[in-house]
């Protein structure tokens, strides 16, 4: 009996001592996969608001258009964006209506008869913008342009982050 005793007292810290492990290592890859982050600045209004906290992909580094990113931009600052394009590209906005190579795409946070010079992105590049158009509220591709592949930070992830209906 005794015997027994003693047995199950070791299956039961062995287990507990596995299930510590395990545990660690869950969190160890999900810290380094799926980073917190917290939204600072109206830029994105009303998709993301001020102080709002996100959920960073960070070996998400092939993101799709309409994408919310994280990024350094040329100046180092990280800043919360919506992708426009990513690779070579021709952007254009004219009367709020977005273009991407000649072709008009939906983009319905344009509503300020905002115009912008053609922008070119090399294969190397991307242009993001935030979701607040109203004059001076983002500062964002249209200010300083086409930022590097290599600056991006990951995807955010989360919950009615896409503005097209799924």
Sequence with gaps: MALDKLKKEKYTSLFYI????????????????????????NSMNPTLKDKQFIFINSTDKNPKFGDIIVYKT????KVVKRLIAFGKHRIK??????????????????????????????????????????????????????VKKSN??????????????K
């Design 74 to 77: 040329p100046e180092g600052e």
């Design 93 to 146: 906005l004219q009367n709020d209506r977005l273009f991407i190579d000649g072709n008009e795409v939906e983009y319905p946070f344009a509503k300020y008869g905002e115009s912008h010079s053609i922008f070119e992105t090399n294969e190397d590049e991307f242009f993001a913008v935030g979701d607040n158009r109203e004059p001076g509220a983002s500062y964002d591709s249209f200010g300083y342009g086409p």
């Design 18 to 41: 596995a299930a510590i492990i395990i545990t660690t290592i869950m969190m160890i890859l999900i810290l380094t996969v799926i980073r917190p982050g917290k939204v600072s600045g």
């Design 152 to 165: 991006l930070i990951g995807v955010v992830y989360g919950k009615n982050l896409d503005y097209k209906e």
